[in-house]
């Protein structure tokens, strides 16, 4: 089984900043994709930044305010986000598709239980 937990969500005022963080671990012997999504209410579920060994890509309502980064050592992956807007509130999301074990290719898609960014003056 593999856990996936979020930390670093809060309030914060337009303009702000904020950095996500989110850990994966258990039974995981690769990691291929690690992916922020959010979820305003009322709204489906968006991606937001997804990052893989070589490629990194953004929604268009992110791109020059937030960066995704990942340490592999450690089976993280980060979002630092940049001159916030109140449209980016929401839960925040960890994505990761992880191959459990050596023996086999099959990934597996896990999530994390989600942190609310609010973004409010």
């Known amino acids: 089984q593999v856990q996936l937990v979020e930390s670093g969500g809060g309030l914060v005022q337009p303009g702000g900043s904020l950095r996500l963080a989110c850990a994966a671990s258990?039974?995981?012997?690769?990691?291929?994709?690690m992916a922020w999504y959010r979820q305003a209410p009322g709204k489906q579920r968006e991606l937001v930044a997804r990052i893989t060994s070589s490629i990194t890509n953004y929604a268009d309502s992110v791109k020059g305010r937030f960066t995704v980064s990942r340490d592999n050592a450690k089976n993280m992956v980060y979002l630092q986000m940049n001159y916030l807007k109140p449209e980016d509130t929401a839960v925040y999301y960890c994505?990761?598709?992880?191959?459990?074990?050596?023996?086999?290719?099959?990934?597996?898609?896990?999530w994390g239980q989600g942190t609310q960014v609010t973004v409010s003056s």
């Open positions: 258990g039974s995981i012997f690769s990691i291929s994709t």
């Open positions: 994505n990761a598709v992880v191959q459990i074990s050596s023996s086999s290719y099959n990934r597996y898609n896990y």
